[in-house]
Structures are given as structure tokens and as C-alpha cells.
């Protein structure tokens, strides 16, 4: 039986397939079995949790396009939540960090 996997919009733009997936009433993306077959997992449902969403029925994939009561809840996997280390901030060209003001780097900006 087929199964379309709900996930959000972040999975479908790694995969690249938001251009060619219907797009659910809550702004998710229905995925296809061979667009998470490249994730870990024995199932379908495996893959679909690793990607932070929940395999669905032909009728449940339809009632989450035309908008539901009570629509599947997704997550952004771990894996494309970005790391702690980095800033979500963006630097301008006038800021200059203290490393780089110690090894001359603002220099070379």
C-alpha cells in the first residue's frame, strides 16, 4: 500500500522536491517512499521519524491538503537543526571578531 510521508518544508528543500510535492493546508510537504528510502530505517515509518515527520494513508495525505482538525504534527530533524556552535546572526563587513583583530585578519576583509 502506498504511503505519503509528512514532513516539513526544511526536509523537502534538502531532498529538493518542493517544486514536484503537494504542500499541505499547514505548509508541510507530502514526500513520496523513494524520497526518505535514502534515510535510516528498516520501514517507512522508521524513515519518516527520522525526518522529523509521520508516514500517512492515501486518505489522511488528502485530508492534510485539504486541511484537517487535527493535522499531523512534524518536526525539523536533528540533523537540520543547526548546531549550537554557530550564530544564527549575521556578521556585517564592520564587525570584526577579537580573533581576527589579534591576527590582523580585519585586514583582509
Not at 20 to 34: F, I, K, M, S
Not at 41 to 63: F, K, M, N, P, W
Amino acid at each position: 500500500m502506498a504511503k505519503y510521508i509528512k514532513a516539513t518544508k526544511a526536509v523537502a528543500d534538502y531532498l529538493g522536491v518542493t517544486a514536484d510535492r503537494n504542500r499541505t493546508a499547514d505548509g508541510n510537504y507530502l514526500l513520496w517512499q523513494a524520497d526518505v528510502a535514502r534515510f535510516p530505517g528498516d520501514t517507512i515509518s522508521e524513515r519518516a521519524a527520522y525526518a522529523g515527520g509521520v508516514d500517512l494513508s492515501a486518505q489522511a495525505a488528502r485530508q492534510e491538503t485539504d486541511g484537517t482538525d487535527h493535522p499531523a504534527k512534524t518536526t525539523l530533524p536533528p540533523w537540520l537543526q543547526p548546531d549550537d556552535e554557530t550564530t544564527t546572526e549575521e556578521t556585517t563587513a564592520d564587525e570584526t571578531t577579537e580573533e581576527e583583530t589579534a591576527t590582523g585578519k580585519e585586514d583582509n576583509l
